[in-house]
């Protein structure tokens, strides 16, 4: 183990196996009917600081708890009662191993250990309130000589720190496994962050390879990144549109924007938030959807001209029955023979057609089953 200069800090991490109880707010402080003097405080400390010592301890922000070096608290400030929803004679009543989990006699003497050689000693741990509940706290450890040595534990309650770095990590994994392109862009349109999806729209080995760059590089027109940050000022704060982008092979593809204005801490804008939305398989489906519609229509009207069709075949094969039946002459009769064969011929045919058409009309229902399926 690598030994610490007096300057370094310790860092311990006491995070033990507890009942998933849900991380919930500080209890309301519990009115304290009275609060009496515990004797270490009153008579290990020279008269004249008593009180200064009193009134610092009594409103250090932080929850104070002090121990000796069993663990068996001996004093604590008001915070401590506000964090830990006791009375001051109940908590008193404690040993540290009571409130901060999984501490024993093993880790305090660690702990007094290290302050000896004066070093700083931070702690991560999960603190237990009087209702049972948990929280994670950031808990200083040092030393304080009274009578004897005792150990100083400040506890301050992380709670809303690990919610807020829970909420930064989801949204990260929200950015980072978007299937919307996401770029950050300054004023002057330079990228400064771009999320896994423009590197695969866009075919580039990384989303780093554009950071530091122009947004143009991903239009067709460069000129259209400086227009999205321009299209920002004034009273709009959100813009959308079509714009035409150039995959990293040079081929172009159309693409849904819609920017919104980035802004800092103190609410000045410092750049915008750019979200591309790959309209290639939209395009692609609308093309199809147009020609599943042309051939539709295309069939209707086929179908029109096909019963029509039929129907001046039927009335000319009539006709032509008639003439053979009520011709005199033979001339006449073999004449008539060939045009009723034709009409025959034509009726088969026909058929046929009738027979494709309703294959082409399957397959263009299936068509349209799998584009429902696609869009579901």
């Not at 932080?62 to 964090?83: E, F, K, Q």
């Amino acid at each position: 183990m690598k030994n610490l200069s007096k300057s370094s800090t310790m860092r311990i991490d006491l995070i033990p196996d507890i009942p998933e109880v849900p991380l919930s707010e500080r209890p309301k402080a519990q009115v304290v009917a009275s609060q009496k003097k515990i004797i270490l405080t009153a008579g290990a400390i020279d008269g004249g600081k008593t009180r200064s010592y009193t009134e610092l301890f009594q409103n250090v922000y932080d929850a104070g708890i002090i121990t000796d070096l069993h663990g068996r608290i001996r004093d604590v400030n008001r915070r401590a009662l506000d964090y830990f929803g006791y009375t001051q004679e109940d908590l008193c009543d404690l040993d540290i191993s009571d409130v901060v989990s999984g501490m024993d006699d093993e880790i305090i003497r660690t702990l007094y250990e290290n302050v000896q050689c004066e070093r700083f000693t931070l702690m991560t741990a999960v603190c237990q309130r009087a209702d049972g509940t948990f929280f994670p706290a950031e808990i200083a450890v040092s030393q304080i000589r009274l009578s004897t040595p005792h150990l100083t534990f400040f506890i301050r309650d992380i709670t809303t720190r690990i919610q807020q770095d829970e909420m930064l990590r989801t949204e990260h994994t929200a950015l980072q496994n978007s299937s919307d392109a996401i770029v950050v862009i300054n004023l002057n349109s330079v990228v400064e962050y771009a999320n896994p999806a423009v590197a695969r729209i866009w075919g580039l080995p990384s989303p780093a390879d554009i950071i530091n760059h122009n947004l143009g590089i991903l239009f067709l027109n460069p000129s259209d990144g400086t227009a999205i940050i321009e299209s920002l000022s004034g009273e709009n704060f959100t813009t959308d549109g079509v714009v035409v982008a150039k995959r990293a092979d040079g081929s172009p593809f159309r693409a849904q924007i819609r920017a919104a204005c980035n802004r800092n801490t103190n609410g000045e804008v410092v750049g915008a938030v750019v979200s591309f939305t790959d309209l290639t398989e939209r395009d692609r489906m609308m093309f199809s959807e147009k020609h599943l519609s042309y051939m539709t229509g295309s069939i209707s009207r086929f179908e029109e001209i096909q019963n029509c069709f039929l129907t001046n075949l039927e009335e000319l094969s009539s006709y032509i029955e008639k003439i053979r039946e009520n011709a005199q002459v033979d001339e006449v009769k073999k004449l008539v023979v060939p045009a009723s064969d034709t009409c025959e011929g034509l009726r088969n045919l026909m058929n046929e057609y009738e027979e494709l058409l309703h294959e082409v009309k399957d397959n263009i229902a299936k068509m349209g089953e799998a584009k429902l399926s696609v869009e579901d």
